[in-house]
């Protein structure tokens, strides 16, 4: 009998998590036979939990809050876009044994933003609130695309500086705390802070928006998050969730384990269509 090949997501919290119900929407798509389960897993338990994954067979595992450093350090080779964001949120077991981690993180934003809502980034000023894994994996692909400037704020302000200098060569960037925030407006907001996920929005002063901005939570929820409503009170011309920034990093994850690329719309049109909007 033909084993199923087995994928997972580990992360804390993880119950929120909607990548079983992609995964499995892109295997039945595809016509693949996987199974793709989550766990709840902390930093302590990811080393040897992880180990344990993939010696019972695992092929493929995706890793989310907090574990996207761990990840990044349990790997044996890393793609080019994981060793420069220093962030994996994806680990890929080799017929050798050995593990390869990358990123898709940012792949699947620019992917969201771009040919989900047909919002360029060229020349625009972008603000990215924190400077954790999910920071760190979308800011090059971000840079890729030519912004005019980007500033990364985070409420540890020396982590946003210290992130910013290690991108620099790549676009106009620089990091600081949210109290030196004012006066400065920009184009597109990106919440790329955890905040959201207890329902908190970072400190942010209320005039920050240029005409027509737009509002991106990396963040998902069934109800609007907090930094998605925070964005319609102050006047966002759009503002989104990572919905589709989820889906298109899955589909990208998928691609890498089976070499087959999904169909990516109907699965975020189904995911939208059960939420409370
Ligand atoms: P990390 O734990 O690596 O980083 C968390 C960041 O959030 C840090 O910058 C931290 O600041 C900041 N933070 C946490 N709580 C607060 C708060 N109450 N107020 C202000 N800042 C806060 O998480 P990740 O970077 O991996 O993930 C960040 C978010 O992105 C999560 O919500 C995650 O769900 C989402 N995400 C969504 C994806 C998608 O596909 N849609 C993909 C990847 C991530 P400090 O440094 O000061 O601690």
Redesign the pocket.
Known sequence: MTRTDQYAVFGHPINHSKSPTIHQQFAIQTQQNIEYSRQDVNADQFVATTRNFFEQGGCGLNC???L??RAWQFADTLTQRASFSKAV?TLTRQADGSIVGDNT?GV?LVTDLLSNHQIQLKSLNILLL??????R?ILAPILQQYPNKLVIA???AE?AITLANEFKDLGSISGCGYEELRPQFFDVILN???????G?I?PLPDTLFEENGICYD???SDEPTAFVRWGQQHGAAKSLD??G??VE?AAEAFYIWRDLRPKTQAVISALDSVRNR
């Open positions: 989310t809050v907090p996207k450093q949120n993180d699947g924190g400077a954790g894994g999910a920071s994996g985070n409420r540890t982590k790329a802070t955890s905040a959201s996920l207890s908190e970072p990396l963040a998902y990572g919905l920034m989820l990093q």
